[in-house]
C-alpha cells in the first residue's frame, strides 16, 4: 500500500523532538522506520507528522563506561552486532542482532525502535532482560530510568509515554559472559516465533546465578524468574537441573496464537530454545 501524506520534521535534538511532540499530539517518533512506516502503509498507525531522530548522534553509538555499557537508542542493529565492545563485554547483544531480520532491516532498524514499540516477537525485549539493563526515557519533565523488568507493559506496550523519547539502553558491568540466544524464526520476517535469552554469571567459588528472558511465546516478553530461583547456586549441578529449570520457565505462561503457531506448539517451541540456551551458556567459551 501506498503511505498517506504526512508532515516530517527532522530534529535536532531530544529536546526540540521533545517540544515538537508537546505541541503536536498526533505526532509520532520515527527512527529506522522498519515498523512505524510499514504501519502507516497499513493504516495500522495515522501520525499526522513524523519526528525523525533517526540520525540524531547524541542518540546513536555505544559508550562504555567502569560500571555500565550506554547503547543510544538510535543505534542500529548492524552497529550492535559489528561493535567490538559489546563483543568482548556484553556478547548476548551481537549475538542477538546477528539473527534478526535480514541485512537490510538490521542496517535501518534501531534498538530504542524495537524496545518502544515492543512487538511481542522482537528479539531485543529478551535481550535487556537477561541483561538486567535499565531504559533512560526523556520527557519534557525530565529523565528516569526504568529497569527492563518494568518496560514491557502489555501487547505491544512500553513504559515510554506518546510526549516521550526512549534515549539510552545502561548494561551494567561486568555483564556475565556465558551467554546464549536461541530463537525459532518465523520462516518469511524472520520474527521470533519463540527465542530464549541467557546470561549466567559465574562467581570465583563457582556460585552462579542468571537472568532468562523468553520473547515470542506470550503476549509480551518476560523474565523467567521461577526458572532462574532454581538456576541459581553450584554451576557445577546446574547441568542436572536443565529440564527443571526449563519446566519452570514456562509454568502459568498463557501463549499466543496465530496461523503459524498454536499456543501447545509455541510452548514446546519455548521449551526447546530455552533448553539449547542454557546448555549452550553452559558449554565453556571457546
Ligand atoms: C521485514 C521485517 C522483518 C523484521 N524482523 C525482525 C526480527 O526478526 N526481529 C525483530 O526484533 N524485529 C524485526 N523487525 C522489526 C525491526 O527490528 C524494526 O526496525 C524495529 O522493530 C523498530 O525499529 P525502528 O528503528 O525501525 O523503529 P520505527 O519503525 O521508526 O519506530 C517504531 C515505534 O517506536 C517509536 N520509537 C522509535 N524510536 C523511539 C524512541 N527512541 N523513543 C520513543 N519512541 C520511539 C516510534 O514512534 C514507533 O511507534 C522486522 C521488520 C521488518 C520490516
New binding site residues.
Given amino acids: 500500500m501506498i503511505p498517506y501524506e504526512v508532515e516530517y520534521v527532522r530534529a535536532g535534538s531530544v529536546q526540540q523532538a521533545l517540544s515538537v511532540l508537546a505541541q503536536n499530539p498526533d505526532a509520532?517518533?520515527?527512527?529506522?522506520?522498519?515498523?512505524?512506516?510499514?504501519m502507516m502503509k497499513l493504516r495500522l498507525a495515522r501520525p499526522a507528522l513524523l519526528v525523525d531522530?533517526g540520525r540524531l548522534p547524541e542518540l546513536r553509538g555505544i559508550a562504555v563506561h567502569q560500571d555500565a555499557i550506554s547503547i543510544g537508542?538510535?543505534t542500529t542493529?548492524a552497529e550492535l552486532e559489528a561493535s567490538a565492545e559489546l563483543k568482548q563485554l556484553a556478547p548476548l547483544f551481537p549475538l542477538a542482532a546477528s539473527v534478526?531480520?535480514d541485512p537490510t532491516?538490521r542496517n535501518?532498524?534501531?534498538i530504542?525502535?524495537?524496545l518502544?514499540?515492543a512487538?511481542p516477537s522482537?528479539?531485543?525485549p529478551a535481550v535487556v532482560l537477561a541483561a538486567g539493563a535499565e531504559m533512560e526515557i526523556v520527557g519534557e519533565q525530565g529523565a528516569r530510568r526504568i529497569p527492563a523488568d518494568e518496560f514491557f507493559v502489555g501487547f505491544m506496550s512500553s513504559a515510554?509515554q506518546p510526549d516521550?523519547?526512549?534515549t539510552r539502553i545502561h548494561v551494567p558491568l561486568p555483564a556475565a559472559t556465558r551467554v546464549a540466544y536461541r530463537k525459532f524464526r518465523h520462516p518469511s520476517?524472520?520474527?521470533?516465533v519463540a527465542a530464549a535469552a541467557v546470561a549466567i554469571d559465574v562467581v570465583n567459588d563457582g556460585y552462579a546465578w542468571g537472568r532468562i528472558g523468553i520473547t515470542g511465546v506470550a503476549e509480551a516478553a518476560f523474565r523467567a524468574t521461577s526458572a532462574e530461583a532454581l538456576l541459581e547456586g553450584n554451576f557445577t549441578d546446574i547441568a542436572d537441573k536443565v529440564d527443571a529449570i526449563v519446566d519452570a520457565a514456562f509454568v502459568d505462561v498463557s501463549p499466543l496464537e496465530d496461523n503459524f503457531a498454536d499456543g501447545a506448539y509455541r510452548l514446546a517451541l519455548g521449551r526447546v530454545m530455552l533448553k539449547r540456551a542454557l546448555l549452550e551458556a553452559l558449554e565453556p567459551r571457546g
Avoid: C, F, N, Q
Fill in positions: 509520532k517518533i520515527l527512527a529506522g522506520g522498519h515498523t512505524l512506516l510499514p531522530i537508542s538510535a542493529h534478526i531480520a532491516v535501518r532498524g534501531t530504542g525502535g524495537a518502544v514499540h512487538d522482537a528479539d531485543w515510554v516521550e523519547v526512549l520476517s524472520g520474527y521470533a
